[in-house]
């Protein structure tokens, strides 16, 4: 099986500016978690995707958004990027539950400037 | 709001030495996972542990629950450079809103 991929693996923006990123899970899975890693905070949840609804949520302000396709790939917004959102993001999939098995992806790479 | 605090944060040691990285929780977890991060890739699972006390053997690598759920060690023997990385220890909560807490990491590098 092919494993989570995500797109794009860097990115660099500008403040203001929104991004969008791109999330693939392994075949066969529902469940899509987008976490965000960075060197002072750790890897914290942002939100989790189950059947294209959003099962749960971490405490990241209503600029982080995401959403879930019929085919399980799943997409995370960030609006009125901030310097702060510099960060390595992370996609996890699973077939389900959010404490089963996660299998992540290489993550992107986002620079705000 | 559940924290696991990971400790040593930083730890380096020579080739074929013994180590222990700790995972400490004030919450009480459903279950525990040990998770490797490489650079440029996301991690990696290593094995989950669901009872308390259990213990898990993978190679070199031993893996204790607390008996109260709330802690968890990861024992490496005869550490090789191939075990330089980033070890996560996550913990999953399934009393009513299921979720995976990770902790603050520990960055292991084996000077060979």
């Known amino acids: 099986k092919a494993g989570v991929t995500q797109t794009p693996r860097y990115l660099i923006k500008t403040r203001g500016q929104q991004v969008t990123l791109s999330c693939s899970p392994i075949?066969?899975?529902?469940?899509v978690s987008w976490y965000q890693q960075t060197p002072g905070q750790g890897l914290q949840f942002l939100f989790e995707?189950?059947?294209?609804?959003?099962?749960n949520k971490g405490n990241f302000p209503g600029r982080f958004s995401g959403r879930q396709f019929s085919n399980s790939r799943s997409e995370m917004n960030v609006s009125t990027l901030e310097l702060g959102d510099s960060a390595l993001y992370l996609c996890?999939?699973?077939?389900?539950?959010?404490?089963?098995?996660?299998?992540f992806g290489p993550g992107t790479r986002l620079t705000v400037l | 709001t559940q924290l696991l605090e990971q400790s040593p944060q930083f730890l380096s040691i020579q080739e074929g030495e013994n180590l222990t990285v700790y995972c400490n929780s004030s919450?009480?977890?459903?279950?525990l996972q040990w998770y490797r991060q490489e650079p440029g890739e996301g991690p990696v699972l290593l094995v989950t542990?669901?009872?308390?006390?259990e213990v898990k053997k993978l190679k070199r690598l031993t893996f204790q629950f607390g008996d109260a759920r709330k802690d968890s060690s990861l024992h490496i023997t005869a550490a090789q450079p191939g075990d330089t990385g980033l070890y996560l220890c996550?913990?999953?909560?399934?009393?009513?809103?299921?979720?995976?807490?990770f902790g603050t990491g520990t960055r292991l590098t084996i000077i060979p």
């Open positions: 996890a999939s699973s077939s389900f539950p959010l404490t089963d098995t996660q299998y």
């Open positions: 075949s066969g899975h529902r469940s």
């Open positions: 995707y189950f059947s294209e609804t959003q099962r």
């Open positions: 919450s009480v977890f459903s279950s």
């Open positions: 542990v669901v009872t308390g006390g």
């Open positions: 996550a913990g999953g909560s399934n009393f009513g809103n299921e979720k995976l807490t």
